[in-house]
């Protein structure tokens, strides 16, 4: 989710969900050993709980990585293994990362014994990389991770093909295979096992719940965020689950555009920066292509925040562009 779930994006899916664990997009340790600290590290207390993740492999830098996360305030750490992008591999890190278990440990070892007890290092990978379709492989790449005390590993259910599809690609082509990482959690019931990859609804991951321990859901939360209204109710026992209503996604709305004016008092932030990540609020209702046109319009950028939602939900209603 690099380029995705920024701060302002986890500020957005905070107003919907209270108890979800958030993660921050992929931050490189390079960035963190030599760019602007407050940039990638950042956050608003509200988005807690939230784990910072990283990509990198040399123990070292990953150490250091995690001593910036505890001065930070993160609830956890957690090491990219998944990632197949080339950019990443050229890295050497992200999924490649997969084919060499031991430099994970290392890795991790060097983390935990730079944080003790203070934070959870935890990984997420995929089930393979290239066409390796042994169970075995991430089974031992799982056992020999945990060697260096890690106990909780996030399973995107698809290999990582290494070359000739885009990230995208990566995301569709590989085959899906939800059942082996339900195995995952069976052969290793001492161990945390989280499912990621294609999972889109609410039934589904109560579905998933039955067999692991958690479900991290990515794209399908960000492009249907009404999607997360009900999981502090359903699945944290949190409350009623509110009525996904106009007045409700009005309300959402109302609470960024406060969050908007606040960071543009505060930082100059550009409306748009914020903004695009809510997007989706409106999907599946009427008018909500004419209301993401407005909000998406450039022509539109120097007008106050509060401006523009006014003329989107005056194009969503009518059904006429504003």
Known sequence: MMDWTDRHC?????????????????????????????RHLDFDAAEQPLALQVGGSEPAD????????RQWGYGEININCGCPSERVQRGAFGACLM??????RDGVAAMRDVLGNDLPVTVKHRIGIDRIERDDFVRDFIGTVAEAGCTVFIVHARNAWLQGISPKENRELPPLRHGLVHQLQRDFP?????????????????????????????RAAYHQPALMADWDARFWGAGAAPVVDDAWRLGIEDSMLAYIDAQQAAHGTPWPHTTRH?????????????WRQVWSDHRLKALPAREVAQRAHAARLTGMPV
């Open 62 to 69: 990953l150490a250091q990585a995690a001593r910036l996360a």
């Open 10 to 38: 986890r500020f957005f899916h905070r107003l919907i969900t209270r108890h979800t664990r958030l993660y921050t997009e992929m931050v490189t340790t390079g960035a963190l050993l030599h760019g602007d600290l407050p």
């Open 278 to 290: 809510m997007l989706g609020l409106w999907n599946g209702q009427p008018g909500a292509r004419r």
């Open 190 to 218: 001492h161990l945390t096992i989280a499912i990621n990859g294609g999972i889109n609804t609410g039934d589904e991951i109560a579905t998933h719940l039955a067999a692991v321990d958690g479900v991290m859901v990515g």
């Open 99 to 104: 084919a060499e278990p031991q430099l994970v």
